[in-house]
């Protein structure tokens, strides 16, 4: 499957943007997917992650109540909505699958646990 991400950009603290990572060349239902951000000499971490059929999610505890993962398989893509943003979450946000249509996917929380990759969305919020 490929991925591309989108919807990064230049925003106040406060402020909100939604990333969309759009699938395409396999059954974009038989995956479950996650955001993954990373900063400059960092790791790469997950933020959320999402089930096949989005029944299930899980976040990383520093974006809990202010993000929101969600997936729309009949358009093949998922969303990262994302409220009152600080400085701190400023990254490069990455979407990700993992083959998998077990609800137990999004307890999977390293990136060599996913196996596709989008290319990296800048997100920049400004104190």
């Known amino acids: 499957v490929q991925l591309q991400a989108s919807g990064g950009g230049l925003v106040q603290a406060g402020g909100s943007l939604r990333l969309s990572c759009t699938a395409s060349g396999r059954t974009f239902s038989g995956y479950g997917m996650g955001w993954f951000r990373q900063t400059p000499g960092k790791e790469r971490n997950l933020v959320a992650a999402i089930s096949w059929n989005g029944g299930t999610t899980n976040y990383a505890d520093s974006v809990k109540g202010r993000f929101t993962i969600s997936r729309d398989n009949a358009k093949n893509t998922m969303y990262l909505q994302m409220n009152s943003l600080k400085p701190e979450d400023t990254a490069l946000y990455y979407c990700?699958?993992?083959?998998?249509?077990?609800?137990?996917?999004?307890?999977?929380?390293?990136?060599?646990?996913?196996?596709?990759w989008g290319q990296g969305t800048l997100v920049t919020v400004s104190s």
């Open positions: 990700a699958a993992r083959q998998s249509f077990s609800s137990s996917s999004v307890y999977y929380r390293t990136a060599s646990d996913y196996a596709y």
